[in-house]
């Protein structure tokens, strides 16, 4: 082999500059496709998570009747109807990571709030959940025409890791100009969850609410910060 080629072999070996080579013939075009990809996967999730009515109007309509998928990665789950995971007998829906997720999803339903403006409203589920690394909750939104009013989503007191069926409640006063209400389970991270039997009640203000604000001092405290 002449000197030169030789020469040219160790240079390119040496800075590195065949494996720059390579990854510029044989990877480029791969890691193109996937951002593009990623990128298009960015736009729906974005449009999806800031908008229920874009969700809505996306919805998969391999779910059950009713339900959509939402959330900031709602593609990163699979979800749907689980027939052979029942409560009393009932199918169940559920939520499955299918890839590492980058962040939540929600199997979601939402109905306008007509008939619940001015009340306190509480949704009680049964939840079910394995290997949950990261955290589930059954879920209640209010909104307004342009903004949530209210929302519980129980990461204050979120389930984890694998529990068996348990009943949750959410508790929400629905504001007389909200327009809609959502809910759903949803999780944030690997694992499955499942919700079934599902009811919806008026009750009384002697039921507290669920993940309200804590109590505020009337005025600022301890501004010197001596005690």
């Known amino acids: 082999m002449p000197a030169g080629i030789i020469r040219l072999l160790v240079t390119v070996l040496s800075t590195g500059a065949l494996v720059a080579l390579i990854n510029q013939v044989f990877l480029l075009p791969k890691t193109i496709a996937e951002a593009r990809k990623i990128n298009a996967e960015t736009h729906q999730i974005l449009k999806a998570s800031d908008d229920l009515d874009e969700a809505v109007k996306a919805r998969d309509p391999r779910l059950p009747n009713g339900w959509f998928a939402f959330g900031d990665s709602f593609i990163d789950y699979e979800m749907g109807v689980d027939d052979q995971t029942q409560y009393h007998g009932k199918a169940s829906g559920y939520i499955k990571s299918r890839r590492p997720p980058r962040g939540f999803g929600s199997l979601t339903q939402v109905f306008k709030s007509d008939k619940y403006r001015g009340a306190r409203l509480q949704v009680t589920a049964f ?60 999780l944030d991270g690997t694992g499955q969850a499942w919700i079934a039997d599902i009811e919806f009640k008026v009750v009384g203000k002697e039921t507290p609410l669920t993940g309200a604000s804590p109590a505020y001092p009337d005025e600022p405290t301890n501004l010197d910060f001596r005690t």
Request: hydrophobic fraction near 45%; charged fraction near 25%.
């Open 127 to 186: 939840v079910k959940t394995a290997n949950v690394q990261g955290w589930a909750g059954l879920w209640m939104r209010v909104d307004g025409a342009e903004k949530t009013i209210v929302i519980d989503n129980m990461q204050d007191r979120p389930i984890r890791a694998t529990t068996g069926w348990t009943k949750y409640a959410v508790v929400l006063d629905v504001a007389r100009d909200s327009r809609n209400i959502a809910f759903g389970v949803l």
